[in-house]
């Protein structure tokens, strides 16, 4: 179990930007500024770091905190990509339980553009590189249509159920001023887009950007009740289903139980889902394995619900990174600081109403195929 | 050389990459240990952890189990060849690879299509083993 009386207590986004104009540091520097602020904890008092980026090699959280002048007890980096953000904010968590540290700055971002990404992600493993990057595989999207399809040949998905989850995430997203895409769409948009990776048109495709997101781990009490917000249960997942190219899983089914029992919610006392969205396509697997909707009926619960920020089934009420832009890491992390703007009563024009308990999902390091890492944490205000 | 991007070459795929280079031919892993057939290829298998990995050439066929045409965000190299399929491909000796199928009718590539190597005058166009329709 975890602590009761530690938890997320600050949190803060930098600018997202569609070209980067300064490096890692300056997105982290406006994200962490706005973290502290939010908790009125002084930099002085941070003495733990995590970071999560895909940029930052080789540097990280240690040499992070040498650019940011802070002397840390504790330092962590994060190996699961865009599932690496909510491991980072669990372990320090549990660092501040274990006294290794008292206030924890985790950070997350990338100063990247579409360009350098397209250079980037033809090497971001060592498989990729030797065994996808020389057929020509278009960065990730050919991997994830091929996923995409092998759902709609499977369970009968169709793209007009999956733009759903594009088209009500813009609409949140024209509530959101710091998003890069908040033109609107319709469904008719979303199908009428062209073609990137059949059966993948472009509005399924995360757009790279550079930006930071921060969040800060402390003692709950040193935040007005409201302000705070608890970490009922965490869990990660690596390298599952073992053998499998291209999985219509990705290992959030084999801990959703534990991860619902441990915070004594089932999934529909969840007042919103910000799930990890590279592609609408993952957020369905996400949302089946987590048993939002039983495996395959994906399909038929997106046509039943609205996923606008007042809809029934609030989903990436920030707009999410289809619309908001991918930051690199900070990709596993903008899910998190939406959820904690939210149980903080902050998320003004887009609020849940009501939102006390939430959940957020991060999926990443994409290597043969797929991403490797799936993790979870379920939110609640404290 | 073909300016499309290369594997880099190590002492673990150099069998597979002189196999494909010189013949034309696909060259796999079997482990010694627990008879696990492998590709990517591999220093140690992955399921028993074995070192004693043999290479041997397979058929050279399979079936798509999934795919994708990829028209756009293709490095410049191969923007002239979109749509690039490229496929999720269940080998005739039952293991996975992702590799590209090469046809002149890419509209009529379907899950479930039964593939087979490049001719082995074609392979050296490609930097990977290649599949076309049987």
């Known amino acids: 179990m975890l602590p009761s009386n530690i938890g997320i207590i600050g949190y803060g986004s930098s600018v997202y930007e569609k070209q980067a104009t300064r490096t890692e540091l300056g997105y982290f520097a406006d994200a962490a500024r706005a973290a502290l602020m939010s908790a009125d904890v002084r930099k002085n008092e941070v003495d733990g770091i995590s970071v999560s980026s895909t940029t930052l090699q080789p540097d990280n959280a240690v040499t992070t905190a040498e650019s940011f002048a802070l002397s840390v007890r504790w330092a962590g980096v994060s190996n699961a990509g865009g599932a690496g953000a909510l491991v980072n904010v669990l372990d320090a968590v549990l660092a501040v339980a274990t006294a290794r540290a008292r206030y924890v700055l985790c950070l997350a971002g990338a100063a990247q553009d579409s360009g350098f990404f397209r250079d980037r992600i033809s090497r971001f493993t060592g498989s990729i590189a030797d065994y996808l990057a020389p057929h020509g595989f278009g960065g990730t999207n050919g991997l994830f249509g091929i996923i995409q399809r092998k759902h709609m040949e499977t369970f009968g998905t169709t793209r007009a159920q999956l733009g759903r989850i594009a088209v009500d995430q813009r609409a949140n997203a024209r509530m959101n001023e710091a998003a890069l895409l908040r033109g609107p769409m319709s469904l008719n948009d979303y199908l009428h887009a062209p073609i990137v990776a059949d059966p993948l048109g472009l509005f399924d495709c995360v757009m790279p950007c550079a930006g930071a997101e921060a969040i800060l781990v402390g003692p709950l009490d040193r935040v007005p009740p409201g302000k705070g917000v608890r970490v009922l249960a965490g869990r990660e997942r690596h390298n599952h289903p073992v053998g499998e190219v291209s999985p219509l899983r990705g290992g959030w089914e084999l801990f959703r139980d534990e991860l619902f029992a441990e915070a004594s919610h089932e999934p529909d006392a969840m007042d919103f889902v910000q799930a990890y969205d590279d592609y609408p396509i993952m957020v369905a697997i996400q949302l089946e394995d987590l048993s939002f909707c039983p495996k395959g009926e994906i399909g038929r619960f997106l046509e039943g619900h609205h996923m606008t920020w007042d809809g029934s089934f609030p989903l990436n009420t920030g707009g999410g990174q289809l619309s908001c832009g991918q930051t690199g890491g900070g990709g596993g992390m903008i899910g998190l600081t939406e959820a904690v703007r939210q149980l903080r009563g902050e998320g003004g024009a887009r609020q849940v109403p009501g939102a006390k308990r939430g959940l957020v999902s991060g999926y990443g390091m994409v290597a043969y195929g797929h991403g490797l890492s799936a993790s979870a944490l379920v939110l609640e205000t404290a | ?134």
Do not use: K
Request: glycine residues 6%; contains cysteine; neutral net charge.
């Open chain 2, 1 to 134: 050389m073909s300016p499309l991007p290369q594997p880099r070459e190590t002492p673990t795929n150099t069998p597979m990459l002189a196999a494909w280079r010189q013949e034309g031919a696909l060259a796999l892993q079997r482990c010694d240990d627990c008879g696990a057939v492998i590709f990517y290829p591999r220093t140690v298998c992955p399921h028993c952890w074995s070192p004693r990995l043999e290479w041997f050439r397979a058929a050279g066929t399979g079936r798509i189990v999934s795919f994708s045409r990829i028209h756009r965000g293709l490095p410049d190299v191969f923007q002239a060849e979109a749509p690039i399929v490229l496929a999720e491909i269940a080998l005739t000796e039952g293991v996975l690879m992702i590799a590209r199928v090469v046809t002149p009718a890419p509209d009529t590539v379907a899950s479930g299509m039964a593939v087979r190597l490049v001719a082995p005058e074609d392979a050296a166009r490609f930097p990977l083993p290649t599949f076309r329709p049987a």
